[in-house]
Nanobody, 117 residues
Framework: QVQLVESGGGLVQAGGSLTISCEASGTIFSLNIMGWYRQAPGKQRELVATIRSDGTTYYVDSVKGRFTISRNNAKNTVFLQMGSLKPDDTAVYYC???????????WGQGTQVTVSS
C-alpha cells in the first residue's frame, strides 16, 4: 500500500520562504513521477510542479522562479522549496505519486500552508 506523508507546512509572512517535504513508502519511488498540488478554499485542486526520476521538472506559470521541486530517490522523498510567498499561495498542499505504467496516482493527506499579508 502506497503511503505519502507530507510535512513542513505552516504560517509564513508574505515574501517569506518555506520548504515542505513528502516521504513515500510502499512503492518503488524511482518509478513515480512526483508532484505537488494545492487546493485553496473554494477552489479546485491544481498542479503546482512535477519532477521525474531523471530530474526533469515542470512548474505552473504562477510559481515559476519562486518554487523549486526536488527529489531524493535514495530517501524516497520529494521537496518543494517555496520562496517569495504570496497570500495567493495559501492552500493545502498535496503530494502526488503517479505511476505511468499503472495509470494511477496516490495522494498524501496534505499540509496547510498559510501566507499572511
Amino acid at each position: 500500500q502506497v503511503q505519502l506523508v507530507e510535512s513542513g507546512g505552516g504560517l509564513v509572512q508574505a515574501g517569506g520562504s518555506l520548504t515542505i517535504s513528502c516521504e513515500a513508502s510502499g512503492t518503488i519511488f524511482s518509478l513515480n513521477i512526483m508532484g505537488w498540488y494545492r487546493q485553496a478554499p473554494g477552489k479546485q485542486r491544481e498542479l503546482v510542479a512535477t519532477i521525474r526520476s531523471d530530474g526533469t521538472t515542470y512548474y505552473v506559470d504562477s510559481v515559476k522562479g519562486r518554487f523549486t521541486i526536488s527529489r531524493n530517490n535514495a530517501k524516497n522523498t520529494v521537496f518543494l522549496q517555496m520562496g517569495s510567498l504570496k497570500p495567493d499561495d495559501t492552500a493545502v498542499y498535496y503530494c502526488g505519486a503517479y505511476r505511468p505504467g499503472l495509470g494511477r496516482t496516490d495522494w498524501g493527506q496534505g499540509t496547510q500552508v498559510t501566507v499572511s499579508s
